[in-house]
């Protein structure tokens, strides 16, 4: 039976205005764009987002469910046995996750500007690229950037350590061969970047990613750098951006775990005053922190920089220590020759914020 739109779980005020230009079913909304449902009701582009989001979970719910119950607990362990993981080049790191970033699963990194949130992005949209004969995934990656700290020369500088490091451990024929494929310039041209310039344009974006990655199967990660930065901002009405967000992490679950993908996403510290006392937290509240399968926290001791496991559904809450140096995520101990950058060479990834975005 088809879902009116009477019955769905729209605000009232739009069901009104979608029924009264003709639309009585999901199935009439469905397969619209944004802009065209904005054109042919005259809601606003924010609201013609969140009309097309909250029908397609709608319309998968039963899909999404119809699946789960076909599938056993059997089933489930060898798919997640055969996803495999993203390395980080940080071999503590990726022990305490358990192998890497999981794909199939949402990894949320938390911390404050300048720590490495965007360095670890990066690297992992390089990473994912390893070839499969050197124990990689051979992916590609959408990378969507929120904050404008995206830049690509940080991008060839981990591409080229990548490509150096698979060139000495290269042993066998299938090996060497690989590598003439794998180059800078390919690894470059594996990472699909988007532009997002508002939440509007997030959750557009959010909203086309099924269909990019069912037209491109190779991409087994998604990045968006960050998640906090377009909510932080603009919303009168707390309500809806709770509304937003839940429907956003609903999405991004389903396609990590229908399109075999890792989501990454990177989210600011905020502070918390509880009690008389403050603390430092992650943004967008404790609902929020229910949305990622992980929760990875990366924070400052001293000069020491750490990255915290706080939440997982299958490894254990520790702490490891890490560095940036020019080659990328490391090790907190790595060869002379790779040592650590300055700390304004280990942001140069970082454009300098507008005077809008510090506020």
Known sequence: MQRTVASSPLAPSVKVKLISFGFHTAADLIDLQAPQ????????????????QTLRDDAQHDQQRAAAESLTALDLLHQEQTQGSIVTFCSELDALLGGGVPVGKTTEICGAP????????????????????????????????TEGSFVVQRVVDMAEALVEHCTLLAEDEEQRNALEEFTTEKILSGIFLVRCHGY??????????PDFLLKHPEVQLVVIDSIAFPFRHDFDDLSQRTRLLSG?????????????????????ITTKVSNGQSKLVPALGESWGHAASQRLILRWDGAKRLASLFKSPSQKEATVEYQITGQGFRDSSVPAEAQPCSPAAANHSK?????????
Do not use: H, M
Not at 351 to 359: C, G, I, L
């Open 248 to 268: 956003l992490a609903q999405q991004l679950i389903q396609l990590a775990t229908e399109r075999s993908a890792a989501v990454v996403l990177t989210n600011q």
């Open 351 to 359: 454009r300098p914020r507008t005077a809008e975005q510090r506020r």
């Open 114 to 145: 300048g720590i490495g949130k965007t360095q670890l992005c990066i690297q992992l949209a390089v990473d994912v690229q390893i070839p499969v004969c050197f124990g990689g995934l051979a992916g590609k990656a959408v990378y969507i950037d």
């Open 200 to 209: 509007a344009d997030l959750l557009a974006e959010a909203y086309l990613l």
């Open 37 to 52: 449902l904005c054109k042919e009701t005259g809601i606003s582009q924010e609201e013609a987002v969140e009309v097309l």
